[in-house]
C-alpha cells in the first residue's frame, strides 16, 4: 500500500512537470517573452562588445598579454552569435515587437563586425589601430546599452 | 611547527573550497549587476561555514572518525542513503565547474579552446590525486592560491568610488533594472558558493587523514576561524573588483576573462599573471578536493577501504571512485556545456541539497556517545540552529527563483 501511494506521488508529479514543460515550450510568444529575448539578446551582445573593447583597450596598453585578449575576444563573438540566434528564434508576435526587431537586429550585425575588427587588428595591426577600433565601436555599444534601458 | 604546517589544511580549503569557481562566478556576477550589495551575503555564508565546519572538525578530532562515516551509522542507512545521492550529485558537477574553471584559465594563457584543455587538466589532475602526496598538494596549491590577494590589493588602482560602494553595501536591495527576484536568486547563489557541501566533507576527511586527535582540536578551530574567512575575504574581491569595472557602465559578467581582467586594467601583466595563477590553483585545489570528496562519501557510506594516503591497491574501490566521478565530470564538460553556466546551476542545485548535509552535522555534533563533554555548547546549536533555518529557506526558494528569474535573467 505504502509503495503505491509513493508510486502514485510519483507519477503525479511526472505528469505535472511534462504537462508543465509541455506547455512551456508550445506557449505562443507573446510581446512580453519576446521583449523578454529581445533585451536577453541586447544586454548579451552588449556585455560581449564592451568586454571586448576593454580586452582590446587592455592589450593596446600592454597589460595584458595577446593570447587572453584573442581568448576574450572569441567569447565577445560567442556572445554576439548566441543573441543574435536568440533574437532569430522566435518572430515578433505584432508590430511594436517588430520595430524592436528592426532596431536590434542591425546593431548585433555592427556589434559583430566591430569584433571582426578587433580580431584583425589584433592579428594585424598595433595598438594604434586597436585603440581605433575599440573607439569606433563606442557609438554600437552606447546604442545598445539604451536599447536596453528602454526596454528592459 | 607541526601545528602551524597543520593550518595549511585550512588555507587549502578555505582558497581551494571556499574560493572556488563557484565563488568567482556569483561574487562576479553579483558585483557586476548589484555592486557590493550582496556583501552581507558572504558574511552570513563564511560565518555559516565556520559554524558547520567547526562542529564537522570537532566530531573528527575527538571521534577520529569522518563526519559521513558517522552520520550513517547514527541516522540509519536510509537517510544516509538520501545524503549520499544528493551531495555525490552535487560534488559531481562541482568536480565538473571546477576543472572547466581550470580549462578555462589555461584557456586566457594559451587562447586555446578550453575544451582542449579538459582531458589533459583531468589527467593532471588524476595523476597529481594518485602520486602525489597530501601534504605536498595542500602547499603548492594553499600557497599558489593567495595570488588571488592580488585582486583585493588591486581594486584600490581602480580608483574606486568608496561613497558608491558604501551606498551599496548600506542599502542591500536590487539596484534599478533589477528586481527582488534576481535579487534573491544571486544572494542564494553566494550562500550555497560560500556552504557548498563538499568542504565540510572534506575537511572532516581531510582531518582522518591527518590523523586528528583531540589534541589538534586547536588547530582544527584555528583552520576553520582563519582559513575561511581568508577565503571570504578573497571571494569578497571579485564582486568589489567587478563592482568598481562593470557596475557603473552596467555590464554583466559572463566568462572568465571578465572576471580578472579587472586585475589587468589595475595592475597590468603581472596581475594578470598572478591572477591567473591564483584561479588555476584555486579551481584545481577545489577539484582535487571535489575529487576526493566523492571517493570519500561513497566510500564511508559503504564502509570500504578510503584515504588519499592509502595505496591505491589497498583502498581500490575508493581510488576507482575518484576516477569514475573524474570522467563523469569530464564527460558533462565535453557535452560543450558552457562551465559558467554549469556552475551557476550547480550552486542553485547545491542550495536545494544544502540541508542534507547540515541536519545530520548538527544531529551528530549534539550526541555525546561519539563526543562525551565535547558536544555543541548553547552558543554552538543557537548558531546551528540559525543556520539550518537559513539554508532550509535558501533551499525551497533556489528553484522557484530559477525558474521565475530564468536563472537570473
Redesign the interface.
Known sequence: MRARAWGAVAAAVVAVVWGGVGYLSTRPTDFHSYR?AAV?SA??A???L??GQ??SR?LAA???????A???L??SRS?IAGAQKRLARDAPPDERTTAMRDELAPLLLQADAAISGLEDAVAHGGAVELRARADAADPVADHL?RF??EH? | MKKFLGITLGILTAVGGFVDIGDIVSGSQSGARFGIAHVWVIVVGVVGICVYAEMAGRVTAISGRPVFDLVRERLGPRVALVNLLGSYAITVFTLGAELGGVALALQLLSSAPYLTWVPLVALLLWLALWRVRFETLERIFGLAGLALVVLVVGVFWLGPDVGALRHQALHPGPVPGETWATYWFFAIALFASAMTPYEVFFFSSGGVEEKWTPRDLVVARANVFLGFPLGGLLAFGFMVNAAVVYHPIGMRVDTLGQAVLPAGMALGELGIALIILGVFAATFGAAMETGLSAGYTVAQFFGWSWGKLRRPRSAARFHTTVLVSLLIGVAALLTTIDPIQLTEYMLIFSAVALPLTYIPILVVANDRHYLGDRVNGRLANLMGVIYLVIVVAAAVAAIPLMVFTRVGG
Open positions: 523578454v536577453g544586454q548579451s552588449y556585455t560581449g564592451v568586454s576593454q580586452a587592455a600592454s597589460r595584458i598579454p595577446p593570447p587572453m584573442t581568448a576574450m572569441g567569447d556572445a546599452r536596453v534601458e528592459g
